[in-house]
């Protein structure tokens, strides 16, 4: 099956600094998602991107489906910003998400 | 409008009891599916329905098996629960604009 790998695994975080989290898919997806998981367990959404570039407030994200990568921006960090980021593909076809194994985020104040 | 909606939020179940969680879509949707997320194995999928039929399976034992109503709310059940069934199980439903997949809380299983 697809292979998903992100990274870094951990990142700490100064309140205010930007960052850029990674994620690489070994084969072609019709869907690209990233998610951040809260501290009760829920996956929010936070960009539906299988290509192209998207901005919600201070996260932005850009996939670059030919080079099969994804990158997720987070400028001027919050400390509720923190928590685990999720990058998950679904190939044409395959009907499921397979997820990467996430990065987690801490922000510091 | 409404979420995605799982019951219960937590179970604490003994070894060898079985288990039926729920799981309703967002209106409209009629792709419903499930995964499992463990510290060790990270989020894995288990199963996907569409319209009651199930159109893909993951690399579960046949202790794992899910249906889907004619309302599109789904049921998993697990029986025989081993000790490693303890997780935290998801369900997404997805409909059939460019939106992707939206999760709901989750269930959080304890197998005692």
């Known amino acids: 099956g697809i292979q998903v790998e992100q990274s870094p695994p951990d990142l700490i975080l100064q309140e205010g600094a930007n960052s850029t989290l990674r994620c690489n898919f070994s084969d072609s997806v019709n869907n690209l998602q990233w998610f951040h998981q809260n501290p009760w367990g829920q996956l929010i959404n936070l960009f539906y991107?299988?290509?192209g570039t998207k901005q919600n407030g201070r996260l932005s994200a850009t996939t670059v489906a030919t080079e099969r990568y994804s990158l997720l921006y987070i400028s001027s960090s919050q400390t509720t910003d923190s928590g685990v980021y999720f990058c998950a593909v679904e190939p044409g076809g395959d009907y499921k998400l397979s997820f990467g194994a996430g990065t987690t985020v801490t922000v510091r104040a | 409008k409404a979420g995605v909606t799982q019951t219960p939020r937590y179970l604490i179940k003994t070894r060898g009891q079985q288990v039926t969680l729920s799981c309703s879509p967002i209106?409209?949707?009629?792709?419903v599916s499930w995964y499992q997320q463990t510290p060790g194995q990270g989020l894995q999928f288990l199963f996907e329905y569409f319209s009651e039929t199930q159109r893909n399976k993951g690399n579960f034992p046949g202790r794992f098996s899910g249906r889907q109503f004619s309302n599109s709310r789904s049921e998993m059940n697990v029986s025989t629960l081993e000790l490693g069934d303890s997780a935290l199980y998801l369900c997404a439903s997805s409909g059939t604009g460019l939106a992707g997949y939206t999760f709901g809380s989750g269930t959080r299983l304890t197998v005692v």
């Open positions: 209106s409209g949707h009629r792709s």
């Open positions: 991107i299988p290509s």
